[in-house]
């Protein structure tokens, strides 16, 4: 049987190849930071890498290396368990207060990523008889996990509020008896921010919850790095909240999902994803604490990332590249064509800059982008260096 389907696939992945939308994996043999080394599937040896997640620079943070240390020596490796029968320890109840605390919610509970996450809440809270008000841009996470709830699914033009509110008024007209407004906090491929004052407005005119996915902001975003709630002022009108641990919280893997009492209460009860899926390894847990303590005793790597963020857009600007607008560390420079996106992308590595090309169906189709991802760690002259490779990659790729 599967002689026949092998073709299928091999054909498909031809396609794949032949629309450049192929999407190859460098593999790195060094730790995640503002340099790594690429020892296979491009040009070899060390490069400036402007294509992760690690906005605050925390992924080889000493002090966040230090407590994940000591947290193997005392809290062990894994927890082999789920939650219900083993696998609760002191350190995740402890985070879990610490997170609740810090994004101003009332309960928190872990998951083992956020597309867990994403994926345990629309079918635990809603039902047939309810509606989820979802943007059109929101993350794949939050799309799979409205599919598996049987909500009726409205979906809104991406950030357009006139929109959300002609969505909220069908539903309530359709007698939904819950309604959900969900969208990211800031939308991955764009760097653009979601008009939460706008959107808790909305709610409570049409009495619906709100719930956001802050995994692009929390920790940076927000006068102290509490995420998009905090920056719009809204931290005690959003009802439930997302967000991972694997970005600028450190950048290893896990998830959460801080709320109010009462929906936190329920998840813990019925949500798949968390009742069946193992506990979050001690060792993150602990590490995670720690990059709360870092977060909230000072602000300088948010405040570095800011300024080099700054440069990045201003200098692109000024050499004539297209860049989303925005002041978020997502800076998408905006291609169009895939292949020749994933081609300077190619001449950008050959330079010892290691970003992506990214193309459909990650991004529409005419939008392929490279997406330059600052962070921390880097130093100006890392920032200028990268401006530099893009100027002379461009060039040749026109020749």
């Given at each position: ?74 809290w062990g490796y894994g927890m082999a368990s789920v939650r219900f029968i083993c696998g609760t320890q002191e350190v995740h109840k402890d985070l879990e207060a610490r997170l609740s605390a810090f994004l101003g919610q009332e309960d928190t509970i872990l998951y083992s990523s956020c597309f867990d996450a994403n994926g345990g809440v629309f079918e635990t809270l ?274």
């Open positions: 049987m599967f002689d026949s389907v092998r073709d299928d696939l091999r054909t498909t992945l031809d396609e794949i190849r032949a629309a450049g939308l192929h999407k190859p994996e460098r593999v790195i043999g060094t730790p995640q930071s503002a340099t790594v080394n690429v020892t296979a599937g491009g040009r070899p040896g060390e490069v400036l890498n402007f294509c992760a997640n690690n906005y605050l620079g925390l992924a080889d943070h000493p002090e966040v290396l230090a407590a994940a240390h000591e947290a193997l020596d005392r809603l039902g047939a008889q309810d509606a989820v008000i979802s943007d059109a841009l929101n993350h794949a996470s939050i799309i799979d996990g409205i599919r598996l709830s049987k909500a009726r699914r409205f979906r809104y033009a991406n950030r357009d509020t006139a929109d959300l509110e002609r969505q909220l008024k069908e539903a309530t007209e359709g007698g939904a008896r819950r309604k959900l407004i969900v969208t990211d906090g800031v939308f991955s491929m764009d760097g653009h921010v979601a008009p939460l004052a706008e959107i808790c407005d909305l709610a409570e005119r049409h009495d619906a919850m709100v719930m956001v996915d802050d995994s692009h902001a929390v920790g940076f975003v927000g006068p102290g790095g509490r995420g998009t709630p905090e920056l719009h002022g809204v931290m005690d009108r959003v009802d439930i909240l997302t967000g991972t641990l694997g970005k600028a919280l450190g950048g290893a893997s896990g998830g959460y999902v801080a709320a109010r009492a009462e929906i936190v209460a329920l998840l813990r009860q019925r949500s798949r994803p968390y009742l069946f899926s193992n506990t979050l390894a001690p060792v993150i847990a602990a590490a995670s604490l720690k990059v709360l303590d870092l977060l909230e005793s000072a602000d300088d790597l948010r405040v570095r990332l800011g300024e080099n963020t700054a440069l990045f857009r201003r200098r692109m600007t000024e050499e004539g590249f297209d860049i989303l607008p925005g002041d978020h560390p997502i800076a998408p420079v905006m291609i169009g064509d895939a292949s020749r996106a994933g081609r300077l992308a190619e001449l950008l590595l050959e330079r010892g800059v290691y970003v992506i090309g990214f193309s459909y169906p990650v991004v529409p189709e005419g939008q392929a982008r490279i997406r330059v991802q600052l962070s921390a760690a880097h130093s100006a002259g890392d920032v200028n260096r990268v401006v530099e490779a893009f100027v002379a990659a461009r060039a040749e790729l026109d020749a």
